[in-house]
């Protein structure tokens, strides 16, 4: 399959700082990511579905300003974390759509907010 | 409202068993069904589907859609421990068919 690095595997940061988190197809041009975020135990939740060269579209509920996404070029989106805090502590997992009809993904970022 | 359903939710069996994973859905503008196996990080890709009754098969692994049931199975034969893990349906589809709906996956465990 299609090869989608995430990157950093995982972060710890102080409360009420950013993080970034960057998301990039390795082998293939995706005009669509997704970013997801995972609870202990809980399947993945769409946060938002970011397209190249437009602004995310994100789900409701997941605040905008608080989470935001750029999709800057076909192989890149990144995901900032933005005045952190601990409730934001989880998993976020990237996913690349490689073609019409499959995506796949990235090896997730664990956010420690202390 | 687009969902998947999968069942069962949680699942324990023993080394060289065989295990049926369900995913039912109600999702509009259908395009495709991928299973999704993910172990301690992020799901890995197994497989994706797109036309009823053409089975998928991987090593131990296949898997099948029913578009006209709106349902997929997930078959594993001789399973091991490393079989471990959640397995995640997903349905790409909703608007424009750009959504992918997950269900809530299924915990197995394959004990020694």
């Known amino acids: 399959g299609a090869v989608v690095s995430q990157h950093p595997s995982w972060v710890i940061c102080k409360s009420g700082t950013s993080v970034k988190i960057e998301c990039r197809s390795l082998?293939?041009?995706?005009?669509?990511m997704f970013w997801y975020r995972q609870f202990p135990k809980q399947s993945l939740m769409l946060m938002a579905t970011s397209n190249e060269g437009s602004k995310a579209t994100y789900e409701q509920g997941v605040e905008k300003d608080k989470f935001l996404i750029n999709h800057a070029s076909l192989t890149l989106s990144t995901l900032t974390v933005t005045s952190a805090h601990p409730e934001d502590s989880s998993f976020y997992i990237c996913?690349?759509?490689?073609?019409?009809?499959?995506?796949?993904f990235g090896q997730g970022t664990r956010l420690t907010v202390v | 409202e687009d969902k998947v359903v999968q069942s069962p939710l949680s699942l324990v069996v023993h080394e060289g068993d065989t295990v049926t994973l369900n995913c039912s859905y109600e999702?509009?503008?259908?395009?495709?069904l991928l299973w999704y196996k993910q172990e301690k990080k992020a799901p890995t890709f197994l497989f994706m589907l797109?036309?009823?009754?053409i089975e998928k098969k991987s090593g131990r692994l296949s898997s099948i859609l029913d578009k006209k049931e709106l349902f997929s199975i997930l078959n594993i034969t001789a399973t091991q421990t490393g079989d471990s893990a959640v397995y995640l349906c997903?349905?790409?589809?909703?608007?424009?068919?750009?959504?992918?709906?997950f269900g809530p996956g299924t915990r197995l465990s394959v004990l020694p």
């Open positions: 082998d293939f041009q995706a005009t669509t």
């Open positions: 997903a349905v790409l589809g909703g608007n424009y068919g750009q959504n992918f709906v």
């Open positions: 797109t036309s009823s009754g």
């Open positions: 999702v509009t503008n259908f395009r495709s």
């Open positions: 996913s690349a759509r490689a073609t019409r009809f499959e995506a796949f």
